[in-house]
């Protein structure tokens, strides 16, 4: 038997080679995303004490900064080397042109004194007193910096302010490189950049010989109980876990798809064997005539099944190579080798060798129950079995199930019933498929038959002759279609509710927003300054006893209002608020009452309302709010920074002349930028699209696995039809008629598990934005219909692409040949 299982797979290669390559596709993706995600963890492992080579200890803050006093008193602490204070935040550069230079920009103190210096030096030194500065290599490549000219640097302490450059360091590929400039100042200057009161950690260097344990206790009694002191295996250990929990939920994000791309290959292979056994129903029989046993050709055909798998996913680790190499690539900025072991490999051979085996059980089985003396008929294919009452009811139930959670989630606003709606929904279609599917080709193949007449028909015909097969066929691309179209559809309605959510809340010409960041403390001022513009407001809000506490300009207040109970919303000013409904309900104020905010007292103007819900696990309840103007807000809460500023001309003001003052002001400022409400839009929408596109890239290939397995199900049906198609040609149908036939049987497979595959996605995209709006929010169903149009189109192309091999293979042999084939 062992030698039969080999000339078996011999013999049908290339009947195995279409499900090979579904093999190949998922077993590459597998085992080149456990390749990126091994890289990624020896990169975080080996990147972890990058800028700690000479720190022994460090004492941590926890919601407070440390002061800059606490430095001099570990400073002075017995055995103390040298201590210094370190934060990370963010700031901008301005370019040797006298603009921002683009990117996330990272700023980070740099300890001035040698003894804690761990910064990899390409040119010049590092910062030795406050006013110097050292940017990364890239950077001053590209600017062309000089050292000892000066770089005008600011953040959201305020203006740019030129510091001497005296350095560059190379950060490549480490936990300060996120694509944009490296900053790096003296402690004091860079708490002035950033506007911070302290630092997120300090730095000590032990002298030599002192005891380390004895140190971190003395260290530990000068902080105080309540700052975490670190030894320096601690802080590795801190440093590892962050880059590795960063990194979990990546990790997370592209198993997901691998394990698609799996579930996807097994049903291309399950269905592969289950037609390939099919057509050797009569060598299966020979086999039983002759004395093998019924178990013994099972074992030969999952011996069988084994090989393929083994042979499949060694190529499928050979391609999983590139594809994390592509992966590394692609995220540049993860600085990520390839790494390959022995682990990966043994895991990703197993899982498809595993995969296979499994997905060939159930035909397997199947395919073993043919009687022997099937051996002395002439069908050489058992008839096509229909699907059971027990699997179509269990279909019916499930699929409505499916249906019916996806519904309940709005509702309840629960995420976790969007998955199990969309998971019951694709079960029920699995299970309803053999009715289903059969269904749906013949409506699709309505209008084909009027188009295109005979060959259609017997396209229709065909493909529904075995219910079961068709099933599993259209089946497999409802999995990729449906994700993708729940992204694209999810995609477009959140795009949609942001843009709805700008036109109702932001009436004004331009804004001016933080890059990563809330605006400098100086900013709003110095625009309020400036004659052409007539409003300008910055975008603040502050909890305080229960209430939320906003910021609100007279100008722009009524825009967001929805009703107004009593009072009149014109009458905000000093001293005065706008209280909504659902607080002055709670606390018993009415229009004319004086009411304490924050320490203060302020008349109640009006009683209002808006349409704002209140965020998921917010500590305010809905309507808990008041307005106060921007005078009050900043005396009550001084320190307060927002990260949007509206700013509309003054009255008889153009807007060509308002934005260049505006840009006049900004020219000081490189960590914020000016946008008007479209660019403002576009920005806020940019990061989906992006993650669209990258989430639509991985669950191509998905896809791309269904279309093989289209592709494999017509040339193994072609195969079984050898003697059919002959006798077609005989009695006239043309080579383009035979094209025209599969190419439809083809597109009508396709077409429906895409459609198939839409309506799931939607219906997932259609739970997750009611989710959304219970959550809070202004989201909708939107349905965009031209990326719809276009993945059908796509389907469509593909399925056409796929039938050429197929057709061929059929149009290939003689008609006399063919006539003879058994």
Known sequence: MLRLTLRQVRADGLRLLLSSLAIVLGVAFVAGT????????????????????HTDLAAYADATPLPPTLVDRVRAVDGVAAAEGELTGTAGVMGADGRPVLGYAVLAAIPTDPALQSYDVVAGRLPQRPGELVLDEETVADQRFTLG????????????????LVGAVDVAGSSRDVGGPFIGLAGADA????????????????????????LADRVRAAVGRQVVVRDRAAILDAAVADAVRDRRQFELFLGTFAAVAVLVAGFVIANTFAIVLAQRSRRTA???????????????????????????????????????AGLGALL?????????TARTVLLSLGLGTLLTV?????PAWQGTRVAPVAALTDAAVQPARRAGRVRL???????????????GAGATGQVPLVAAGGVLAFLGIVLFGPVLVPALVRVLGLPARRLLGVPAGLAVANAVRNPRRVAATATAMVIGIGLVSAFVVGAGSAKAGIERAVDARIGVDFLVTGIGGDLPAPLAGELAARPELGVVHEQRTRVADGIEVRAAHPALVRRTLSAVDAGDPADLGP??????RELAAARGWSVGSTVPLAGRSFRVAAVVADDNRALAGSSVPAGHAVDVVDADFTRLFPAERGHLAEVDPADGVSADVARAAVESVLTNYPTVNLLDQAAYKKMLTGTVDLVLGFVTALLGLAVVIALVGVANTLTLSVVERTRENAVLRAVGLSRGGMRTLLAVEAVLTALVGTLLGIALGIGVAAGGMAVLAQLGGDFTLVLPWGRLGLIVAVAVVAALAASVLPARRALSRPVVAALGTE
Request: avoid cysteine; hydrophobic fraction near 55%; glycine fraction near 16%.
């Open 34 to 53: 456990l390749m990126f995600i091994d890289g990624m963890r020896a990169g975080a492992y080996e990147r972890a004490g990058a800028f700690d080579r």
């Open 149 to 164: 000219s000066p770089v005008r640097v600011g953040g959201n302490g305020g203006p740019a302010r030129p510091y001497t």
């Open 191 to 214: 708490l002035a950049v950033s506007g911070e009161r302290g630092f997120g950690r300090i730095m000590v260097a032990a002298r030599p010989g002192v005891d380390r344990a004895a």
């Open 286 to 324: 020979l086999l039983r005539l002759v004395g093998a046993t019924r178990g013994q050709v099972y074992r030969a055909t999952l011996g069988e099944a084994a090989l393929t798998g083994l042979l499949a996913s060694a190529v499928g680790v050979l391609a999983g190579v590139g594809l994390a």
């Open 332 to 340: 540049s900025t993860l600085d990520t080798p390839v790494a390959v």
């Open 358 to 362: 499994a997905s060939a059980a159930v």
């Open 393 to 407: 009811t269990a279909g019916a139930l499930v699929l409505a199930a499916g249906v019916a959670a996806l519904a």
């Open 575 to 580: 001293g005065a608020v706008l209280v909504h």
